[in-house]
């Protein structure tokens, strides 16, 4: 089992804001990273950090923190946002990588 | 710019050993978590097994039985050994590399580079 929580699936409509979060222990000390999986390929850093995104990711992604639990905003969804993403962070002890379950997100 | 490149034998019997390499090009060997992922079909990531530049090694306690990742920093590569496979371990295998990182108390890692996955199959 995962340490790290999301939601399996959540929707939004064409153009609207919608909010994915991760809970877990661990991210009481660590921002979570989140990443986009499209079908067929490799995942994608989305958000890392505080709030930082890589090159050439749309500013439509934004992260936030608040206690237990992490955020990944999309905001004014577009079609090619229709995707799996997953939270990541280090365990409390930093000894290991997890990942949350992944939130299947559907773009209406 | 990092770039990884993975290879290996996709198709396995039970009980065999998995073995696949990771070859690193461009960036900093040195500098990054090199990783080992895996993904059963329609499942989400589980993190195998991460390694440095100096051979540490860390394991998820769930596979760390049967779990070896080396490395060759002569060579810029890593390699993943998972014995006794069985159907389970059916999946894409994903090599990455991460960064660690902090901001005040606050600490975060990010997985920025990621190999294309290698679909391993069980069958006897």
């Known amino acids: 089992s995962s340490e790290l929580t999301q939601d399996p699936a959540v929707s939004v409509a064409l153009g609207q804001t919608v909010r994915i979060t991760c809970q877990g222990d661990?991210?009481?000390?660590?921002?979570a990273s989140w990443y986009q999986q499209k079908p067929g390929q490799a995942p994608v850093l989305v958000i890392y950090?505080?709030?930082n995104r890589p090159s050439g990711i749309s500013d439509r992604f934004s992260g936030s923190s608040s206690g237990n639990t992490a955020s990944l905003t999309i905001t004014g969804a577009q079609a090619e946002d229709e995707a799996d993403y997953y939270c990541n962070s280090r365990d409390s002890s930093g000894n290991h990588v997890v990942f949350g379950g992944g939130t299947k997100l559907t773009v209406l | 710019q990092v770039q990884l490149q993975q290879w290996g034998a996709g198709l396995l019997r039970p009980s065999e050993t998995l073995s696949l390499t990771c070859a690193v090009y461009?960036?900093?060997?040195?500098?990054?978590?090199w990783s080992w992922i895996r993904q059963p079909p329609g499942k989400g990531l589980e993190w195998i097994g991460e390694i440095n530049h100096s051979g540490s090694t860390n394991y998820n306690p769930s596979l760390k039985s049967r779990v070896t990742i080396s490395i060759d920093a002569s060579k810029n590569q890593f390699s993943l050994e998972l014995s006794s496979v069985a159907a389970a371990d059916a999946a894409v295998y994903f090599c990455?590399?991460?960064?660690?990182?902090?901001?005040?108390?606050?600490?975060?890692?990010?997985?920025?580079?990621w190999g294309k996955g290698t679909t391993v199959t069980v069958s006897s």
């Open positions: 661990s991210l009481r000390s660590y921002y």
């Open positions: 990455a590399g991460g960064l660690p990182a902090a901001i005040g108390t606050y600490y975060y890692y990010y997985m920025d580079v």
């Open positions: 461009g960036g900093s060997f040195s500098d990054y978590y």
């Open positions: 950090g505080k709030n």
